[in-house]
Structures are given as structure tokens and as C-alpha cells.
């Protein structure tokens, strides 16, 4: 069973920076697309970055110019670099990994953006 584990959440004033670490149980590698996505309260999932193999990163307008994803292949790391936060920024986010028909999640990471 993969694991997806993620951590790096906290309350930032806006205008901070934050990096969330997803950590996996298995080669990074191994998984066809790999991702972040957020849920505000009240409102759907949504996609914040994604990853596909041997494509470029894309980004959610929202978030273009101030969220970076990387990856750490020989620690099968995710990270997502979160600069110029915003209140709207407010959401859990999670981890996401697919490989052929499964798609796997991680439990989330709150950000709080807030004065």
C-alpha cells in the first residue's frame, strides 16, 4: 500500500513563505503523475501543481510566480515552496500520486494565512 505523508502546514501572516514536504513510501519515480492539491472550506478540491513524468510542472493561475514544486528523487520528496501567501491561500492541502488506475492521497497539511 503506497503512503503519501505530508508536513510543512502552519499559520503564516500573508506575505510569508512556507514549504510542505510529502514523503513517500515508495520511488517517486514509480508514479506516472504527482501533485498538490488544496480544499478551502465550503468549497471543492482543487489542483495547485502537478507533475507529470517527463513533462514540466504546471500551475494553477492562482499560484503561478509564488509556488514551486520539486522533488528529491533519492529521499522520494515532494515539496511545494509557497512565497507571497495569501489569506485565499487558507486551505488543507495534500499530497497526490497516481500510477496507472490508482490515485493515492496523503491525510493534508493545514495553511493558515492570517494577520
Known amino acids: 500500500q503506497v503512503q503519501l505523508v505530508e508536513s510543512g502546514g502552519g499559520l503564516v501572516q500573508p506575505g510569508g513563505s512556507l514549504r510542505l514536504s510529502c514523503a513517500a513510501s515508495r520511488s517517486i519515480f514509480s508514479f506516472s503523475t504527482m501533485g498538490w492539491y488544496r480544499q478551502a472550506p465550503g468549497k471543492e478540491r482543487e489542483l495547485v501543481a502537478s507533475i507529470t513524468y517527463g513533462d514540466s510542472p504546471v500551475y494553477a493561475d492562482s499560484v503561478k510566480g509564488r509556488f514551486t514544486m520539486s522533488r528529491d528523487s533519492a529521499k522520494n520528496m515532494l515539496y511545494l515552496q509557497m512565497n507571497s501567501l495569501k489569506p485565499e491561500d487558507t486551505a488543507v492541502y495534500f499530497c497526490?500520486?497516481?500510477?496507472?488506475?490508482?490515485?493515492?492521497w496523503g491525510q493534508g497539511t493545514q495553511v493558515t494565512v492570517s494577520s
Open positions: 497526490n500520486a497516481r500510477f496507472a488506475t490508482s490515485t493515492y
